[in-house]
């Protein structure tokens, strides 16, 4: 992994296919909602497709995208968040979810949420980005807009965090 | 990827939001093929910031023109007027239906009372 040259983005579609599963499992991880995440993931991608048309390859093609899948999930949150009261009446007004539609949201994603919630958001961001997503920690402290050692103290930090919260609940 | 001590945590991470596989193509070719669509709200956004722009250096541009621009010239038109001295005063009816009435001081020069032809040379307002 790491970061890719302008002059290594020459199989755009192969790009393409190798962040696409990346930076939708670091949207789903920062948003929860798979069709949001889509949308997410797809702009990104859509965004490096425009870049390497255009002319203007990024320097590293990994960070360009999560860079952007980054605040774009950000901001999917911020207006999730605005519209959340509104879509808890519809769904109030609608069925509830089945019995079998909760049995399959799979307990360890719950928990996995949950104890990421618990962490810092400097902390979650850099976890994110390194750990599901997989980008080298240049590429993340290129995304991020930090050093590389401020990045490797976030994702340390978080990782500790992480796996006491986990072994916690799990005992 | 480094080889670090947290290495199964970042398995567990990875898996436990790891995409439908299906998704993930579809993400990629939808976005391999979005580039027209763009391309054609690329052009209206450019319209949309050209825009703006362009009616505001207009209005910057009227702005520093008008209060320099030199005022109309009204080339004056010789006009006969009938107009009378009573008092001192000279009071003239002009053509849009006032009453000019100037003077107040005698002057000697003046006709104290009179009727007369009035010729005036100037704008009229």
Known sequence: MGGQGSSEIVDLEGTIAELAPRVLRYANARLGDTALAEDVAQESLAALVRACRNGGVPRSAEAFVFAIARRRAGRAAWRRRLWAPLELAVAARTEAPSPEARAIVKDEVLRIRRALGRLPTRDREAILLVAVGGLSMADAAAALGLSISAVKMRVSRARARLASTLEERHG | ?125
């Open chain 2, 1 to 125: 990827m480094d080889d670090h001590p947290g290495l199964s945590l970042d398995r567990r991470l990875r898996d436990a939001f790891d995409p439908d596989p299906r998704a993930a193509a579809g993400v990629a070719a939808r976005a391999l093929a979005e580039r027209a669509a763009r391309r054609r709200r690329g052009w209206l956004r450019v319209a949309a910031a050209v825009c703006p722009a362009a009616a505001l250096v207009a209005l910057a541009v009227a702005l520093v023109r008008w209060p320099s621009a030199p005022a109309p010239q009204v080339e004056p038109t010789p006009v006969s007027l009938s107009g009378s001295f009573t008092d001192g005063l000279l009071i003239v009816p002009l053509p849009d239906g006032s009453v000019s009435i100037t003077g107040g001081d005698v002057r000697l020069d003046r006709p104290q009372d009179g009727y007369g032809i009035v010729l005036v040379e100037g704008e009229l307002r």
